[in-house]
Protein backbone atom coordinates (compact mmCIF):
# COMPACT_ATOMS: atom_id res chain seq x y z
CA UNK A 1 0.00 0.00 0.00
CA UNK A 2 1.39 3.18 -1.13
CA UNK A 3 0.48 6.46 1.37
CA UNK A 4 1.48 10.19 0.72
CA UNK A 5 1.12 13.40 2.36
CA UNK A 6 1.19 12.01 5.54
CA UNK A 7 -1.26 8.93 5.11
CA UNK A 8 -3.32 9.78 2.15
CA UNK A 9 -3.57 6.92 0.09
CA UNK A 10 -2.31 7.10 -3.33
CA UNK A 11 -4.69 6.18 -6.40
CA UNK A 12 -4.72 5.47 -9.62
CA UNK A 13 -6.99 6.88 -12.45
CA UNK A 14 -9.01 3.76 -13.70
CA UNK A 15 -8.54 5.33 -17.19
CA UNK A 16 -5.18 4.36 -16.89
CA UNK A 17 -6.33 1.01 -17.01
CA UNK A 18 -8.32 1.24 -20.00
CA UNK A 19 -7.61 -1.53 -22.01
CA UNK A 20 -8.69 -4.24 -19.27
CA UNK A 21 -12.50 -4.14 -18.30
CA UNK A 22 -13.75 -6.24 -15.84
CA UNK A 23 -13.16 -5.85 -11.67
CA UNK A 24 -10.77 -8.98 -11.61
CA UNK A 25 -8.91 -7.42 -13.87
CA UNK A 26 -9.03 -4.06 -12.04
CA UNK A 27 -7.81 -5.51 -8.83
CA UNK A 28 -4.80 -7.53 -10.47
CA UNK A 29 -3.76 -4.81 -12.17
CA UNK A 30 -3.79 -2.44 -9.12
CA UNK A 31 -1.43 -5.24 -7.54
CA UNK A 32 0.98 -5.45 -10.21
CA UNK A 33 0.93 -1.45 -9.75
CA UNK A 34 2.05 -1.37 -6.16
CA UNK A 35 -1.50 0.32 -5.21
CA UNK A 36 -4.42 -0.31 -3.78
CA UNK A 37 -6.83 2.76 -4.22
CA UNK A 38 -8.66 3.59 -7.22
CA UNK A 39 -10.20 6.77 -8.70
CA UNK A 40 -12.87 5.00 -11.26
CA UNK A 41 -13.89 6.39 -14.39
CA UNK A 42 -16.97 5.58 -16.48
CA UNK A 43 -14.70 3.16 -18.15
CA UNK A 44 -15.15 0.68 -14.83
CA UNK A 45 -18.54 1.70 -13.79
CA UNK A 46 -22.21 2.75 -15.15
CA UNK A 47 -23.56 5.22 -12.71
CA UNK A 48 -27.01 4.51 -14.35
CA UNK A 49 -27.25 0.80 -13.94
CA UNK A 50 -27.18 0.73 -9.76
CA UNK A 51 -27.27 -3.13 -9.96
CA UNK A 52 -24.38 -3.02 -11.87
CA UNK A 53 -22.05 -0.50 -9.64
CA UNK A 54 -23.06 -1.65 -6.76
CA UNK A 55 -21.56 -5.52 -7.78
CA UNK A 56 -18.24 -3.41 -8.52
CA UNK A 57 -17.97 -1.88 -5.43
CA UNK A 58 -18.82 -4.69 -3.22
CA UNK A 59 -16.09 -7.01 -4.98
CA UNK A 60 -13.39 -4.41 -4.45
CA UNK A 61 -14.23 -3.36 -1.07
CA UNK A 62 -13.89 -7.41 -0.39
CA UNK A 63 -10.44 -6.64 -2.13
CA UNK A 64 -9.98 -3.94 0.17
CA UNK A 65 -9.33 -1.75 -2.52
CA UNK A 66 -10.34 1.55 -1.59
CA UNK A 67 -12.69 3.60 -4.13
CA UNK A 68 -10.65 7.46 -3.16
CA UNK A 69 -12.84 9.10 -6.35
CA UNK A 70 -15.15 8.61 -9.29
CA UNK A 71 -15.27 11.01 -12.76
CA UNK A 72 -14.45 12.52 -14.57
CA UNK A 73 -17.98 12.57 -15.18
CA UNK A 74 -20.04 15.30 -17.56
CA UNK A 75 -22.72 17.13 -15.27
CA UNK A 76 -25.51 17.94 -17.76
CA UNK A 77 -28.96 19.49 -16.43
CA UNK A 78 -30.51 16.10 -15.94
CA UNK A 79 -31.99 14.67 -12.46
CA UNK A 80 -32.07 11.47 -13.23
CA UNK A 81 -28.37 11.10 -14.40
CA UNK A 82 -27.43 13.20 -11.82
CA UNK A 83 -29.01 11.48 -8.92
CA UNK A 84 -27.35 8.25 -10.12
CA UNK A 85 -23.57 9.67 -10.05
CA UNK A 86 -24.72 11.58 -6.37
CA UNK A 87 -25.84 7.93 -5.35
CA UNK A 88 -22.87 6.45 -6.45
CA UNK A 89 -20.84 8.35 -4.56
CA UNK A 90 -22.82 8.36 -1.30
CA UNK A 91 -22.30 4.09 -1.59
CA UNK A 92 -19.06 3.94 -2.51
CA UNK A 93 -18.12 6.52 0.44
CA UNK A 94 -16.75 9.28 -2.29
CA UNK A 95 -16.12 12.78 -0.81
CA UNK A 96 -16.09 14.29 -3.94
CA UNK A 97 -17.01 13.63 -7.64
CA UNK A 98 -14.46 14.58 -9.87
CA UNK A 99 -16.36 16.84 -13.01
CA UNK A 100 -16.88 18.59 -16.39
CA UNK A 101 -19.62 20.96 -14.99
CA UNK A 102 -22.14 22.59 -17.78
CA UNK A 103 -23.01 25.81 -16.68
CA UNK A 104 -27.03 25.06 -16.65
CA UNK A 105 -26.85 22.56 -14.39
CA UNK A 106 -25.10 24.42 -11.61
CA UNK A 107 -28.24 25.04 -9.59
CA UNK A 108 -29.21 21.36 -9.48
CA UNK A 109 -25.98 20.35 -8.63
CA UNK A 110 -25.60 22.84 -5.80
CA UNK A 111 -28.69 21.27 -4.34
CA UNK A 112 -27.44 17.71 -4.50
CA UNK A 113 -24.38 19.08 -2.84
CA UNK A 114 -26.18 19.76 -0.01
CA UNK A 115 -28.53 16.74 -0.35
CA UNK A 116 -26.29 13.83 -0.38
CA UNK A 117 -22.96 15.55 1.35
CA UNK A 118 -20.95 15.37 -1.17
CA UNK A 119 -18.89 17.61 -2.95
CA UNK A 120 -18.27 18.33 -7.10
CA UNK A 121 -14.32 18.43 -7.97
CA UNK A 122 -14.10 20.11 -11.18
CA UNK A 123 -10.90 18.81 -13.26
CA UNK A 124 -9.10 21.38 -15.69
CA UNK A 125 -8.43 19.59 -18.63
CA UNK A 126 -5.89 21.74 -20.24
CA UNK A 127 -5.69 25.24 -22.72
CA UNK A 128 -8.53 24.24 -24.75
CA UNK A 129 -10.80 23.26 -22.09
CA UNK A 130 -13.70 25.55 -20.33
CA UNK A 131 -12.19 25.47 -16.71
CA UNK A 132 -8.61 24.52 -17.83
CA UNK A 133 -7.26 27.80 -16.66
CA UNK A 134 -7.09 29.73 -13.01
CA UNK A 135 -9.01 32.77 -13.95
CA UNK A 136 -11.66 30.35 -15.64
CA UNK A 137 -11.52 28.67 -12.27
CA UNK A 138 -12.27 32.07 -10.35
CA UNK A 139 -14.98 32.60 -12.49
CA UNK A 140 -16.56 29.46 -11.90
CA UNK A 141 -15.74 29.27 -8.05
CA UNK A 142 -17.00 33.32 -8.19
CA UNK A 143 -20.80 32.44 -8.36
CA UNK A 144 -20.51 29.01 -6.40
CA UNK A 145 -20.47 27.73 -3.39
CA UNK A 146 -17.70 26.34 -1.97
CA UNK A 147 -19.25 22.48 -2.48
CA UNK A 148 -18.00 22.98 -6.01
CA UNK A 149 -14.10 22.94 -5.83
CA UNK A 150 -11.39 21.52 -7.88
CA UNK A 151 -9.66 18.35 -8.73
CA UNK A 152 -6.08 20.05 -9.99
CA UNK A 153 -4.39 18.02 -12.74
CA UNK A 154 -0.76 19.12 -12.77
CA UNK A 155 -0.25 17.86 -16.10
CA UNK A 156 -3.39 19.65 -17.78
CA UNK A 157 -2.44 23.03 -15.90
CA UNK A 158 1.14 22.82 -17.07
CA UNK A 159 -0.84 22.45 -21.19
CA UNK A 160 -2.04 25.82 -20.32
CA UNK A 161 0.79 27.31 -19.61
CA UNK A 162 0.76 27.58 -16.10
CA UNK A 163 2.19 26.61 -12.67
CA UNK A 164 0.27 24.10 -10.75
CA UNK A 165 1.81 25.52 -7.65
CA UNK A 166 -0.27 28.41 -8.47
CA UNK A 167 -3.45 27.06 -8.57
CA UNK A 168 -2.74 25.13 -5.02
CA UNK A 169 -1.60 28.55 -3.39
CA UNK A 170 -5.44 29.82 -5.28
CA UNK A 171 -7.64 27.65 -4.66
CA UNK A 172 -6.23 25.66 -1.26
CA UNK A 173 -9.69 25.70 0.31
CA UNK A 174 -11.42 24.22 -2.82
CA UNK A 175 -8.68 21.73 -3.56
CA UNK A 176 -10.74 17.77 -3.29
CA UNK A 177 -8.42 16.45 -5.13
CA UNK A 178 -5.46 16.07 -7.51
CA UNK A 179 -4.34 14.45 -10.31
CA UNK A 180 -0.45 13.95 -9.99
CA UNK A 181 0.44 13.92 -14.26
CA UNK A 182 3.16 15.01 -16.19
CA UNK A 183 4.22 15.72 -19.65
CA UNK A 184 6.69 17.09 -21.58
CA UNK A 185 6.20 19.13 -24.96
CA UNK A 186 7.16 18.59 -28.13
CA UNK A 187 8.02 21.45 -30.73
CA UNK A 188 4.71 21.97 -31.00
CA UNK A 189 3.48 22.43 -27.82
CA UNK A 190 1.41 19.04 -27.85
CA UNK A 191 2.18 17.28 -24.83
CA UNK A 192 3.68 14.35 -24.19
CA UNK A 193 3.03 11.43 -21.77
CA UNK A 194 5.70 10.89 -19.31
CA UNK A 195 6.41 8.89 -16.09
CA UNK A 196 5.61 11.19 -13.53
CA UNK A 197 8.53 13.15 -11.86
CA UNK A 198 10.52 13.25 -15.26
CA UNK A 199 8.68 15.40 -17.24
CA UNK A 200 8.23 19.70 -16.76
CA UNK A 201 6.57 18.59 -13.38
CA UNK A 202 8.35 20.27 -10.40
CA UNK A 203 7.23 17.31 -8.41
CA UNK A 204 8.93 17.91 -5.38
CA UNK A 205 7.90 21.25 -5.22
CA UNK A 206 3.98 20.20 -5.47
CA UNK A 207 4.34 17.64 -3.20
CA UNK A 208 5.87 20.26 -0.84
CA UNK A 209 3.15 22.70 -1.39
CA UNK A 210 0.19 19.67 -1.02
CA UNK A 211 1.78 19.57 2.13
CA UNK A 212 2.41 22.93 3.56
CA UNK A 213 -1.84 23.37 2.72
CA UNK A 214 -2.66 19.87 4.72
CA UNK A 215 -4.32 18.67 1.80
CA UNK A 216 -6.91 15.88 2.67
CA UNK A 217 -8.71 15.29 -0.31
CA UNK A 218 -8.18 12.35 -3.01
CA UNK A 219 -4.71 12.24 -4.83
CA UNK A 220 -4.80 9.62 -7.76
CA UNK A 221 -1.81 9.10 -10.74
CA UNK A 222 -2.35 9.39 -14.06
CA UNK A 223 -0.12 7.71 -16.58
CA UNK A 224 -1.51 7.44 -20.04
CA UNK A 225 0.57 5.71 -21.68
CA UNK A 226 1.17 2.18 -22.26
CA UNK A 227 -2.54 1.18 -21.83
CA UNK A 228 -1.65 -2.34 -22.97
CA UNK A 229 1.10 -2.73 -20.13
CA UNK A 230 0.38 0.24 -17.41
CA UNK A 231 1.67 -1.12 -14.32
CA UNK A 232 5.34 -0.95 -15.16
CA UNK A 233 5.33 2.50 -15.86
CA UNK A 234 2.59 3.33 -12.50
CA UNK A 235 5.25 1.30 -10.38
CA UNK A 236 7.80 3.63 -11.61
CA UNK A 237 5.77 7.00 -10.65
CA UNK A 238 5.11 5.35 -7.46
CA UNK A 239 9.01 4.70 -6.86
CA UNK A 240 9.67 8.27 -7.73
CA UNK A 241 7.22 9.83 -5.32
CA UNK A 242 9.05 7.69 -3.02
CA UNK A 243 12.34 8.86 -3.67
CA UNK A 244 11.15 12.40 -2.93
CA UNK A 245 9.65 11.11 0.17
CA UNK A 246 6.61 12.07 -0.47
Not at 14 to 22: A, E, L, P, T
Not at 79 to 103: H, K, M, V, Y
Not at 197 to 218: C, M, R, S, V
Not at 234 to 243: D, I, Q, S, Y
Request: charged share 25%.
Amino acid sequence: MAKILGGIRLGVQSWCYRDFKGTDNLIRLLHDSELDTIELCGTHYDFNDRAGWTKVIEELEAASILINGCGINGMQNNEESLRNQFEFARRAGISAIGADLDPDAIDLVEKLCEEYGVKVAIHNHGHWHRYGSRAQLRELFGKTSSNIGLCLDTGWALDSKENPLDYIDEFADRLFGVHLKDFNFDAEGQPLETVLGTGELDLPAIIAKLKEIHFAGYASLEYEGDASDPAPKLRACVENLRKIGA
